[in-house]
C-alpha cells in the first residue's frame, strides 16, 4: 500500500463558522495503479489533495486517524521531514496549465529548474550541457516531437495540451512514485484530452509511477483508471475497481452517476436522462448525517446519521440502504 | 411552407492587410448552406479551429458573414437588423459564469433584453421575467440574487432564461455543458430536452461530447478547417462514419471500441 489514508475530516475555521469540508474520508493508494478520484465541484477533491501535499493555509485543520505514506505516518512528523518526503515522492499537475507556468521565462529554463543537480553526472563545467540533455530528454518522453523549438519557446507560444505536457515533464523530472492530476483534462478539446491521459497511462506502466487522477469526467476515469474512489460533498460514497463499481454499484449515487452517461446508461435517443434532483449542498447548509440525504431517492429516518463504511471484497461503500445487494 | 431557418452559402473570411498592397486571408468558415425545422437540433462537432465557433456566431448575428444569407421562415435576415434577430435567435455562451453581468441581479439581467425589445409594462415584464424562471426550474426570488450568488448549473440555466425570455424560435448554444459536472449536466440535457418538447424550440449545439451529441441532435455537422466535412442524420454517421475525422472524434471518445468488445 503506497498511502492509506484513513478517516481524514479537513474543518474550515473562521470567526463565524466551522465546517468538515471533508468528513471522515478513506483512501487507499496500491503502489503503481491509476486512481480515480470522482466528485462533483465542491466535493473536496482538490482539497485532498492538497491536505495530502500539506499545502493548505492556516484557517485548514486537518485530523486523520492515519496518514501512512508507505508507512509513516505523514501527520506526525514534523513540518521539515514531511515537507522533504513530498517533495521527493509525490509530484502534481493542475487545471488550465497554461496559467501555471512562468510566462516570463522559456519552457527549457523551466524544465531545468525542476532537475536536482545530483542528477547530474560529471564536471561542474559541463553541467550545463548535461541539464540541456536531460531536458530535452524529458520533453521527448512526454511525446513532445519538436522538442528544440519547445525548448526555447515561452508558454503562451504554445498551445493548452502541449502546455500540459510541459507541466508533466516538470513533474516527473524527479522521478516521483506518485502523481497528483488534479483534472488535467478540464475544457479540453476531446483530442488532446486522449493524448493527455495516453501519456499518464504510459508513464504509470514504463515508469511505475502511481497516478491519482482528479476529476469530474467519469467517461474518462471508467476508461482509464484501475481504481476509483467516489465523494459527495466532502464524503466517500464508494470505492473499489472500476470494473466492479460499474458492474454492481451499492451506492444509489454511484448508480445514478453512471446512468447519467448516455452512453453508459444504454438509453435511447432524446428520453430523459437519469438525475438526482437539486443540486450539491453549499458548505454552510450541509445536512447532517449522509450528506446525500435529501436528494437521495431512497432516503429513510436512519439517514441522518452518518453511515458507517462498509467493506466487501476491496469493495467499500458507505450508505444504510445499499442497492444491488444479493441476499 | 418555407423552412424555420435557411442557411445558403453562408462563409466567412477574416482579411488581415500585412502590406499596403498585400492582404493575407484566413477561411475561417467556407460556404455551408442547411436548412433547420422547428422541434430539431443540428449539432456541430469538430476540433479546435475547425470553424465550428465561428458557425455559431454567425448564426447568432455576433459576427457579419462575408458571404451568403440567412431566411428566417422564408424572410431574410439582414446583418444588422439585431432587434429582428434577437427575437428569433438566441445565443448561450460556453462560461455561464462570465457570460452574466457580475453588478446587476439576476432580475435586472432578465429584463434588459424585455426593456430593450418589446414594448412590455413594467408589470408584464416582470410576470414574464417570474413564467421564465419557471420555466428554467428556479424559483422567482431569484430576481433578488447576484449572479456570484448561483451555483454554476444555476448560472446556466439563468443564461438558458436570458437566452428565452424573448421568445425564441432558435436557440444557439457555444458549448453549453462544457465545465459541467455529470449530475447537473444531465439536468441541463433534460431541462433542453423538455423546452423542446413543450415550446417546440430548435437548436444548433456546438459541442465536442459526442455522447451528448448523440442523445440530443437529429443532424450532425463534422467540421474541419473551416469545412463541412460529413453531414447527415446523427445516428446513420454515429453508427457508420465515412471519414477521417469522424473516425478519429468517435476514436477519441471511445466510442469505437465498445463495438469491438
Redesign the interface.
Known sequence: MLLDVRNLTVTLKTESLQVDAIDRMSLSLRAGSIHGLVGETGSGKSLFARALTGTLSDKWHVRADRMFWQGEDLLRLSDERRNQIISRDIAMIFQEPSQCLDPTRTVGEQVSEAIPNKDLSGGFFSRGSRRKERVIELLKRVGVKRYEQCFSSYPHELSEGLCQKVMIAIAVARRPKLLIADEPTDAMESATKIQILRLLQKLNQSKDMTVLLITHDLEAVSQYADEMTILYSGQSVESGSVKELLKNPFHPYTDILFKSIPKLGKLEAKTRLNTLPGSVPPLQHLPTGCRLGPRCPNAQKECVVTPKSVKTKGHIFSCHYPINQSK | MAELLEVENLSKVYERRILPWKKQTTVALESVSFKLASHSTLAIVG??GSGKSTLAKLLGGAEQPSTGEIRLLGKKVHSGDHKNRCRNIRMIFQDPATSLNPSISIGQILEEPLKLNTQLTANQRQDRIRETLAMVGLLSDYIWHYPNML????RQRIALARALILQPKIIVADKPF??M???????M??LF??LQADLGLSYVFVS?????V???SDQLFVMEDGKVVERGD??TILADPKQVVTK??LY????LG?KKG
Do not use: E, F
Open positions: 476540433d479546435t451555483s454554476s448549473g444555476q462544457a465545465a459536472d455529470p449530475s447537473t449536466r444531465s439536468q440535457v433534460n430536452l423538455q465536442h461530447n459526442l455522447n451528448i448523440r442523445h440530443i446523427t445516428q478519429k472524434l477519441s471518445q471511445q466510442m465498445t
